[in-house]
């Protein structure tokens, strides 16, 4: 047997890895979308072979694990995709909204490269690849058993990172005997304001592993309300500015959305509006109301006693294009939420090119960013940034909020993994964080007895 891994090898994006059994069956975990700066190309060509691969087994569905699914398909893979009903029911919004942007991104590189004098690119995939993608799927509940073609037995098990979010166990025949593998996909947060806590999993053999937070820790989260409502008065009171949040569509934003439902509930929300400005983050919160069996019975109860955990006076969702132009030539103080988080794609970059240069703004940053990402230059402190191909001055106050991320930090991901006996795991592999993270995260590892760790290089292949 024998793993490779196409993405999210020494960075944090483009999760792909891919499983040959010793039958030569070929399973792909993963198959996501390298985002940020300089990855066009990396996106256009896969490394394999799409039509020879046989499943594909998806953990979650943000984009730098979903995302180039259709191109996949595109390509020529016809096998089954598996996932769960609520990550199926994601993809399904955030494929077609991924089709839409890279419909105007090739355009706008293609512009660029033309003037380069370099070839231009294909498009990566069409809403008609979702479709066909969306066919493809089927969906399995946590803890069910299902096999892959007689020969693999794979299960899922909570991972707590986002809705529908797994942890793959796989058990593979291997030379007479069987190799447990898991792949943790994206670790939650154990104690996360929504979503259960990531569950306990059975021993391993293998592990592929992710690491984003290998060498960092979020701040304490009882906090984060305290220090929310304290950067909301300072900026739209005090100020009487815009408080910009980039933010994922999906499971941040309603985080987001959810703790000013607590401050206003409260009394401790200014009376300012606060816009929802992104089409996505609105169907993904009816597709996170409609996955409660996913929710924490703390949610459970706030909804129980509030009626709705994202709806409270003075919010607005904005689908409408006019509507969010609107924004940007508003004086008034508000919050303005918009994706996407990393601040590379979507309505958010319209509203940073119009108010980061105002010292009366406070851009706040609540998850990872890729250090390549316009997102990650700001939150770096990057005095200019560029944003459309214009330099803009950071005259804005940037504020950090890790709490909200939906990564487990090394201790919590530590804790994920206690449930193994470090001497039964021969090999684990580290993916998904940046190289200087991997290396502080397999020292930790090593020093509570976990062996052999591996930090895969992009498209190494290792024999195990």
């Known amino acids: ?99 839409y942007i890279q419909e105007k991104d090739v355009k706008r590189i293609n512009e660029r490269r033309i003037r380069q004098g370099r070839a231009t690119l294909d498009q990566l995939y069409t809403p008609d690849d979702v479709a066909q993608a969306l066919s493809q799927v089927q969906t399995v509940p946590y803890g069910r058993p299902f096999t892959l073609g007689n020969e693999v037995e794979v299960f899922f098990t909570d991972a707590g990172h986002l809705l529908g979010s797994a942890a793959v166990h796989m058990v593979i025949p291997d030379k007479g005997n069987f190799q447990r593998l898991t792949f943790t996909g994206d670790i939650g947060r154990p104690n996360d304001r929504i979503l259960k806590s990531p569950e306990a999993f059975p021993q391993a ?45 999906v499971d941040r934003t309603q985080e987001l959305i959810y ?77 303005i939420i918009s994706a996407s988080g990393m601040a590379e794609a979507g309505r958010i970059k319209h509203h940073l090119r119009n108010n980061i240069e105002n010292p009366t703004t406070t851009v706040l940053m609540v998850g990872y960013c890729s250090p390549e990402s316009l997102g990650g230059a700001i939150k770096n402190g990057e005095k200019e940034v560029r944003i459309f191909g214009e330099v803009c001055k950071v005259n804005a106050s940037v504020a950090v909020m890790d709490s ?55 498209r190494q292949s290792i024999p195990v």
């Open 1 to 99: 047997m024998q793993i490779q891994f196409f993405g999210a090898a020494r960075t944090v994006t483009g999760s792909k890895h891919l499983v040959t059994t010793e039958k030569g069956t070929r399973i792909l975990l993963d198959c996501g979308l390298f985002q940020g700066i300089n990855t066009d190309e990396f996106n256009q060509d896969f490394g394999f072979k799409p039509s020879e691969i046989d499943y594909l087994i998806l953990s979650h569905a943000h984009i730098d694990h979903s995302g180039l699914i259709p191109r996949l398909v595109r390509q020529g893979f016809r096998g089954p995709i598996y996932c769960t009903d609520a990550t199926a029911d994601l993809c399904e919004i955030m494929l077609y909204d991924s089709a």
């Open 205 to 249: 053999d293998l592990l592929i592993c992710e690491s984003t937070y290998g060498n960092r820790l979020h701040e304490p989260e009882s906090d984060m309300l305290h220090r929310l409502v304290r950067i909301v008065r300072e900026t739209c009171v005090e100020k009487k500015g815009k408080l910009i949040i980039p933010a994922f569509a």
């Open 259 to 335: 703790a000013l439902d607590q401050l206003s509930s409260l009394g401790l929300l200014p009376r300012i509006p606060v816009y929802i400005d992104s089409p996505l983050a609105i169907k993904a919160t009816g597709v996170m109301k409609k996955h409660d069996e996913c929710f924490n019975p703390e949610i459970l109860e706030y909804i129980e006693k509030d009626g709705d955990a994202f709806a409270f006076p003075n919010l607005h969702y904005i689908s409408n294009v006019e509507e969010s132009k609107a924004l940007n030539s508003r004086k008034e103080p508000c919050i």
């Open 404 to 458: 909200f991320s939906g990564h487990g930090d090394y201790n919590e991901m530590i804790q994920f993994l206690a449930c193994q006996n470090p001497a039964l795991v021969k090999r684990t592999f580290l993916v998904h964080g940046d190289y200087e993270s991997q290396i502080a995260f397999k020292f930790k590892l090593e020093d509570l007895g976990f062996g052999h760790i591996d930090i895969p290089s992009y």
